[in-house]
T-cell receptor, first 118, second 112 residues
Framework: NAGVTQTPKFRILKIGQSMTLQCTQDMNHNYMYWYRQDPGMGLKLIYYSVGAGITDKGEVPNGYNVSRSTTEDFPLRLELAAPSQTSVYFC?????????????????FGSGTQLSVL | KNEVEQSPQNLTAQEGEFITINCSYSVGISALHWLQQHPGGGIVSLFMLSSGKKKHGRLIATINIQEKHSSLHITASHPRDSAVYICAVRVNSGGSNYKLTFGKGTLLTVNP
């Protein structure tokens, strides 16, 4: 299995340009997430999805959009790129399964996208 | 104040030493995750805990729900354990507890 595949690995944008970060997973996970990681800070949730056709905002959604037309794909769109969007972006997926009275969950991350907006 | 606090921020150890990384949180949670991030960025899930203790190889994770505290231990540390270790909690928030709150991470360096 490929797991979570995220592209591109690196990208430089000019202010005002747009781009789409691609994310696909082959594990049939319902839950998918986009995070950004800034130096010295914890990962921040941008958007998440609990299944095909369902998306919702996270902590820092401004300037981004997502879609989830299939279980596998969860692209992140940056419109009108700004320097504040310079960051490392991670796509992730997870499963949750109940075992007895407890649950078990595991997160799978893509390899990250280093984005610079100049 | 961050909902998730990790300590120490940086930790340097000699090969073979026993390592402890701590995570404290201030809210009710349904689960806690420990993640590992190697230089170059890849993030790997190590454990998910909702109670008690889990062990995988040289890694042991414990959680005390009453004290809102978790520890990650590494026995017989090795230079390949050098990485950032991240604690993340799934906050109890009624219907929408799909979100994780992350700590800032602990940078571990194990010298040979």
């Amino acid at each position: 299995n490929a797991g979570v595949t995220q592209t591109p690995k690196f990208r430089i944008l000019k202010i005002g340009q747009s781009m789409t970060l691609q994310c696909t997973q082959d594990m049939n996970h319902n839950y998918m997430y986009w995070y950004r990681q800034d130096p010295g800070m914890g990962l921040k949730l941008i958007y998440y999805s609990v299944g095909a056709g369902i998306t919702d905002k996270g902590e820092v959604p401004n300037g981004y959009n997502v879609s989830r037309s299939t279980t596998e794909d969860f692209p992140l769109r940056l419109e009108l790129a700004a320097p504040s969007q310079t960051s490392v972006y991670f796509c992730a997926s997870s499963y949750y399964r109940r075992t007895g009275i407890r649950g078990d969950e595991k997160l799978f991350f893509g390899s990250g996208t280093q984005l610079s907006v100049l | 104040k961050n909902e998730v606090e990790q300590s120490p921020q940086n930790l340097t150890a000699q090969e073979g030493e026993f390592i402890t990384i701590n995570c404290s949180y201030s809210v009710g949670i349904s689960a806690l995750h420990w993640l590992q991030q190697h230089p170059g960025g890849g993030i790997v899930s190590l454990f998910m805990l909702s109670s008690g203790k889990k062990k995988h190889g040289r890694l042991i994770a414990t959680i005390n729900i009453q004290e809102k505290h978790s520890s990650l231990h590494i026995t017989a540390s090795h230079p390949r354990d050098s990485a950032v270790y991240i604690c993340a909690v799934r906050v109890n928030s009624g219907g929408s507890n799909y979100k994780l709150t992350f700590g800032k991470g602990t940078l571990l360096t194990v010298n040979p």
